[in-house]
């Protein structure tokens, strides 16, 4: 585990020489969430409640969804593997006694510790103008679930990206399918709307998904939209998508390794 956690180091130190790219992407969340809350004012105008949540639990909600992209979002994962593979560089993996989603994983987690203290700093300075605006519950549980639920929501996410930047070994571009994923992510991930304003049928098969673990499910945790049954039956299935779609990462990367070529030196 040594040469992953020198991975986390080295990834920890790349990522703070860029710190201004997370403190600009911090910025533009404030104004995201400045967006957020003149959408969602006029669409509580008048309403008291929406799906039974008043205008501060959505608003915290929205919150809550965005710092945790920060710690736990797969920004551009893809597009690195993807590199990787089209560059050649690759090649140097599979000459040495690592393995490649372990060591990608470690990066990951690097940039996230990078992003997440730019998260949280963005947080502190938006909290004075929304303090007013939040209602967070104060139930120890959620803490005590929703820290797992974020982890495993970290592990489905960078699978994700990871198997789609495997795609690599067959098509020259992938940025087609990356926006695609984004889009169907955004959706049905609670990044546009909640997912419990949605029908409550569409609700029951949206949340067998991955996708409803990508971003809903733990902010659902940490604002007390969903309560403890709910949460601990969602952790199970959770914990299921994780362990497939690491599985699946795995035997991608061990097709994806028969079409490739490895010329040079």
């Known amino acids: 585990m040594t ?3 020198q991975a986390f180091a080295v990834g920890l130190q790349s990522n703070l020489v860029y710190r201004w790219n997370f403190g600009v992407r911090s910025v533009f969340w404030f104004f995201h969430l400045v967006v957020v809350y003149i959408l969602w004012g006029a669409a509580y105008a008048g309403n008291p409640s929406l799906g039974g949540f008043s205008f501060a639990q ?5 919150v809550v969804i965005f710092v945790l992209q920060f710690f736990i979002g797969a920004f551009n994962e893809d597009y690195q593997i993807s590199e990787d593979i089209r560059n050649g560089l690759i090649n140097q993996f599979l000459l040495k006694p690592i393995n ?3 060591y990608r994983l470690s990066v990951f987690a690097a940039a996230r510790v ?5 998260g949280l700093l963005a947080l502190l300075v938006a909290l004075p103008f929304f303090r007013g605006y939040l209602d967070l519950p ?3 549980w959620r803490i005590a679930l929703g820290v797992p639920a974020m982890a495993l929501t970290a592990i489905i996410q960078f699978s994700i ?3 789609f930047g495997l795609l690599a070994f067959w098509f020259l571009e992938i940025q087609g399918f990356v926006v ?3 889009a169907v992510e955004n959706l049905l991930g609670g990044q546009i709307v909640p997912l419990d304003l949605l029908p409550h049928g569409v609700f029951n098969v949206v949340r067998f998904l991955p996708f409803f673990y990508q971003a809903y499910f733990p902010a659902a945790i940490l604002t007390g939209r969903r309560g403890f049954d709910f949460a601990v039956q969602g952790l199970a299935i959770q914990a299921f998508w994780a362990f497939f779609l690491v599985c699946l990462a795995e035997v991608v990367w061990r097709r994806g390794l028969r079409h490739h070529t490895a010329a040079g030196g």
Do not use: E, P, Q
């Open 161 to 163: 990206a990871y198997c």
């Open 180 to 182: 695609l994923s984004m």
């Open 58 to 62: 959505t608003l915290t909600y929205f």
């Open 3 to 5: 040469k992953y956690g």
């Open 100 to 102: 490649y989603f372990a």
């Open 114 to 118: 990078v992003s997440g203290a730019f």
């Open 138 to 140: 104060h139930d120890a």
